[in-house]
């Protein structure tokens, strides 16, 4: 986007409305087939993240700043799935349980920088707001 070695934009929205497929199909109410359907706001479209990433040194430093989910950075491991539904994997707890850390799909304004000395080693640090709406219902409040 803006000519820059290295440098990437990237966003997620996700749809975030409409009813449970398992109450409507299944008869089920406890575990979910998909996302949490009403989890962030029975919105249309709901903004998970919204920022600049740059790479450095070969892919050693990477630097990471704007509307960020903190869970995609801290509070994650491997272990964890990668699927977003509520039936098999759910979101990780260290962080959500603090009033003023949102859960995804919840994000706050931040930034972090990696530097990887190794291929098999980083360092990490980061800095959030605290900011308990995590955008609204919707996401798109950056307030």
């Known amino acids: 986007m803006l000519d820059l070695p290295g440098f990437a934009v990237h966003s997620v929205v996700v749809q975030g409305n409409g009813r449970s497929l398992c109450r409507d ?4 109410r ?7 359907y009403c989890g962030r706001g029975n919105v249309l479209a709901h903004l998970v993240d919204l920022y600049g990433e740059q790479t450095l040194a ?3 430093i990477d630097i990471a700043a704007g509307w960020l989910p903190v869970g995609t950075y801290f ?12 039936a098999i994997c759910g ?5 959500p349980l603090s009033a003023s850390e949102p859960a995804w799909p919840q994000a706050t304004w931040g930034g972090q920088i990696r530097y990887m000395p190794s291929p098999c080693a980083y360092v990490m ?7 308990p709406t995590g955008g609204g ?7």
Do not use: K
């Open 58 to 60: 070969d892919g050693r």
């Open 137 to 143: 219902p919707s996401g798109w409040n950056f307030g």
């Open 25 to 28: 199909y299944l008869g089920d």
């Open 30 to 36: 406890l575990d979910a087939v998909q996302e949490i």
């Open 75 to 86: 509070a994650t491991s491997p272990i964890y799935c990668d699927f977003i539904n509520a």
């Open 125 to 131: 640090a980061g800095l959030f707001a605290a900011s």
């Open 91 to 95: 979101n990780p707890y260290p962080l």
